[in-house]
């Protein structure tokens, strides 16, 4: 009976491999790489909260990295791969306002 069960064990565990390894992100960073880092010591665990940015100082082994984050006196510590997450810094908008509106506007239909 045993045989049976094993078989099916492995069978099943092949299942699921495949299943994970389609639906896994792997996240690999560089030295200098900007990162969020996911807060886990909140009272609500539903409530997924990142703080950062903060920089990647080394990687000490395929998932683990030690972070610098400026928010925190520039302290280092280290944090698994699953922890991190990219940052992306948004580009920065720039509102002009310009004076003398019409002048532009006479010199734009002048041309």
Same mark, same amino acid.
């Given at each position: 009976m045993s045989g049976v069960s094993d078989r099916k064990m492995t069978a099943v565990r092949a299942k699921r491999k495949v299943w994970h390894n389609k639906n896994a992100v792997r996240r690999k960073f560089q030295v200098g790489d900007l990162v969020l880092v996911?807060?886990?010591s909140k009272p609500n665990k539903m409530a997924v909260q990142w703080t950062g940015p903060g920089v990647i100082e080394n990687q000490l082994s395929e998932t683990n990295y030690i972070v610098r984050k400026a928010n925190k006196n520039y302290k280092t510590q280290i944090y698994h791969v699953n922890?991190?997450?990219?940052?992306?810094?948004r580009s920065e908008l720039i509102n002009l306002i310009v004076s003398g509106g019409e =002048?532009?506007?006479?010199? =734009?239909? =002048? =041309?």
């Open positions: 996911l807060a886990t922890l991190l997450k990219p940052y992306h810094q =002048e532009i506007q006479a010199l =734009e239909t =002048e =041309e």
